[in-house]
């Protein structure tokens, strides 16, 4: 084990000093409804999976404001990560260009978010008074949205300039409503049904695209609208789109919807255990081998990524107490073959070793490659 991890920290070398020259930065023209200015299309695209920037880079206009609106870390990087993977279904990264959302304003988004009211009319969640309501009119009325986040695709034509070809909008709804009743004064929190929040999602998008046509540089525009359900807020996974629209660029109204089956799920745990035994199993054996050789090992905690019910990626994290380098390399080449004999070669797994001091090592394995890529940090 030890010299295939030395062979292919030789070959990563290698690679990296015969980096080819993928060619000049790209020139191109950017039309807005406002302005046609210079840009730039980068050079180098980092895989097929992601969409290239257009540059100079335009910040969002509601740009940060989803660290106030999402309570969960997980969820707030799932958002926008899932969000551009369901852009890919309706716009080729090979052909558009990524930039962030600049026709919702964080003042829009404000406001959507609240509930409705004299002062809010915009609000698209249910009018209650908090500061008079009872328990049970909170329970009733909760809040659902929580965030919208836009993304706009970019598509060049012909004549080498560039144009929004598409907008995709992320609509992130709460599964646990969490409140403070103000007659006892401590938190409570009401579980909210994933029928329940789907129904009151696909209204929210009804309105959400009335709204969005009214804007008149999105029209003839596509829109492509999601429902994202959140985890709560201690939840160590992140959660999921469950459901997207297509609106041509020719519509006006939503006609259907298309489900999206993709879920995160911890290891061990019995959701785990009890929907995916398979898989549960393999993470269990694998904690079980490093904890026969290592008697530092503290813990290792798995999130498997699914769609259709199909292992799609695993990622791994694994915090250990180490002595000395030499321990590290050790212990991520003995990892490294671990991970080779538990896990099929068909989906992609990461592991993150980690120590007091931070990230000490990082394990890829990516589906269909032979070997998986092994970084110790220094």
């Known amino acids: 084990m030890k010299k295939s991890f030395q062979v292919l920290l030789v070959l990563l070398l290698v690679l990296t000093a015969c980096t080819p020259n993928f060619g000049k930065d790209e020139e191109i023209v950017q039309k807005t409804e406002e302005t046609t200015e210079q840009a730039i299309i980068p050079k180098y695209k980092i895989s097929d999976e992601y969409y290239r920037t257009i540059l100079p880079f335009k910040t969002g206009k509601a740009r940060g404001l989803v660290n106030y609106t999402v309570y969960n870390r997980l969820d707030i990087d799932e958002i926008e990560m899932g969000l551009m993977r369901v852009a890919q279904e309706h716009f080729d990264p090979n052909n558009y260009y990524f930039q962030e959302g600049q026709y919702v304003t964080s003042d829009m988004v404000e406001e959507w978010v609240g509930r409705q009211s004299e002062k809010n009319t915009e609000g698209l969640n249910p009018p209650l008074n908090e500061k008079t309501a009872t328990t049970e009119q909170f329970r009733q009325n909760p809040k659902y949205l929580s965030h919208v986040m836009e993304h706009n695709y970019l598509k060049k034509d012909n004549e080498n300039k560039v144009e929004l070809g598409g907008v995709v909008i992320g609509l992130a709804l709460k599964s646990v409503y969490n409140f403070n009743e103000p007659t006892m004064g401590y938190p409570r929190e009401e579980p909210i049904p994933l029928e329940e929040i789907e129904k009151q999602g696909k209204a929210i998008a009804t309105q959400v695209l009335q709204r969005l046509h009214g804007i008149k540089a999105l029209d003839g525009v596509p829109i492509v609208i999601a429902l994202f359900q959140e985890k709560p807020r201690e939840s160590v996974v992140p959660g999921n789109f469950f459901a997207k629209t297509y609106i041509s660029g020719n519509s006006n109204s ?94 992609s797994v990461q592991v993150y070793i980690t120590s007091i001091d931070g990230q000490e090592a990082l394990i890829r394995w990516n589906g269909g490659e032979e070997k998986p890529f092994v970084h110790i940090y220094r």
């Open 254 to 347: 939503i006609s259907k919807w298309e489900k999206i089956n993709e879920r995160y799920v911890l290891f061990p745990s019995q959701e785990g255990k009890d929907s995916y035994y398979d898989d549960y199993q393999r993470m269990i054996n694998f904690k079980s081998d490093i904890e026969q050789y290592f008697p530092n090992f503290v813990g290792v905690v798995g999130r498997g990524y699914y769609v259709d019910d199909q292992l799609q990626e695993m990622t791994i994290d694994i915090p250990i107490q180490f002595y000395g380098k030499a321990e590290i390399i050790g212990f991520t080449e003995y990892i490294t073959g671990l991970m080779l004999d538990h896990f099929p070669p068909y989906i």
